[in-house]
């Protein structure tokens, strides 16, 4: 007759070879002495080949100072330690089950750790569980991605990749704010296509958008990271240029004003040059609202339009009575 203890062990290699979970139980030094059907497929090596080893010494991807650290627990404390994807993507580099329709490079894999008690209660061996996530891991990124695209969608400027009017004014509050409380000096620009009606009405919408679009990439080259620079409807543009007294951005505007006056455009056989008029205006206290101290840059921008085009003219106090008489 077949003893109890063999029919024991049968079943349980059956249970072992059959769940779709890596099994590996180990010692404190990390040798290995359970090795499961999971673990022996995805791992090419056979429990023969990895009993008695050291877990470090079969995968060099696995950092044995932070297992260690993270082990720690269930050897002194006799709790189950988990280690997720979205902390460390996998623990042993696996390749994906399924290499023809999956996206994924690798297995992404969540692992558990609990310890395995002797009779006297001491804890001297750990089992770790190696769940195979990939297809939950990847609908959520999966998810995140298309997040953060409907996110930049929602901010971008289709035409130019600028920000949008909603977006940049958003922005533009914040930095007013930031100025009022900290008193620092930023400079508001408004930016204008001269004569861009007659652009389109000669040349088409077409070439109208691709003069918008050579102007987005000459604002872009002309200003830093750290400025903030919008489509503010049409053929404007403003921009906040911060940390920048209105001397240090008429520099700024300048080299655009040149930039652009320099582009030559070819479309359909035609070469397309334009210019464009500039206003700025240097954040001051006391400016009551964002759109205020906008206003004085747009005011500015009225007066290099009324002054003949492709020119920069800088916001001041005494400006208010000159734009009343170009007005009235």
């Not at 600028?162 to 930023?186: G, I, P």
């Amino acid at each position: 007759m077949i003893s109890d203890e063999l029919i024991s062990m049968h079943w349980q290699q059956d249970l072992l070879s059959s769940v779709e979970v890596g099994i590996v139980v180990m010692d404190k030094d990390f040798t290995i002495e359970v090795w499961n059907q999971f673990m022996e497929n995805h791992a090419d090596l056979r429990p023969g080949q990895v009993s008695g080893k050291k877990l470090f010494s079969l995968f060099d991807e696995i950092d044995e100072q932070w297992l260690r650290s993270k082990a720690d627990p269930v050897f002194n404390l006799k709790t189950p330690v988990f280690i997720i994807w979205e902390q460390r993507p996998y623990l042993f580099r696996f390749s994906t089950s399924r290499p023809i329709t999956s996206d994924a490079l690798y297995m992404f894999q969540n692992v558990t750790m609990f310890p395995l008690s002797s009779p006297d209660g001491t804890v001297n061996k750990l089992c770790m569980l190696v769940y195979d996530v990939t297809d939950q891991a990847l609908s959520k990124l999966r998810v995140e991605r298309l997040n953060d695209e409907l996110q930049h969608m929602s901010r971008v400027d289709g035409l130019t990749g600028l920000f949008n009017r909603r977006y940049w004014q958003e922005r533009f509050d914040s930095l007013f704010k930031l100025s009022q409380r900290r008193e620092t000096v930023s400079t508001a620009c408004m930016l204008d296509i001269d004569h861009f009606k007659k652009i389109n009405d000669t040349y088409g919408h077409q070439a109208g958008d691709l003069v918008i679009k050579t102007l987005a990439r000459v604002i872009q080259k002309s200003i830093r990271e750290t400025d903030l620079a919008g489509r503010y409807g049409g053929e404007e543009f403003a921009v906040i240029l911060v940390d920048s007294t209105a001397s240090n951005a008429l520099k700024v505007a300048e080299r655009i004003r040149r930039l652009a006056e320099a582009m030559v455009i070819d479309h359909e056989g035609h070469q397309i040059c334009f210019t464009v008029s500039i206003g700025l205006s240097e954040f001051r206290k006391p400016v009551n609202s964002s759109m205020a101290w906008l206003e004085e840059a747009d005011q500015a921008l009225y007066m290099s339009k009324n002054s003949g085009r492709n020119r920069v003219s800088v916001w001041h106090h005494e400006n208010e009575e000159q734009i009343g008489q170009l007005q009235g």
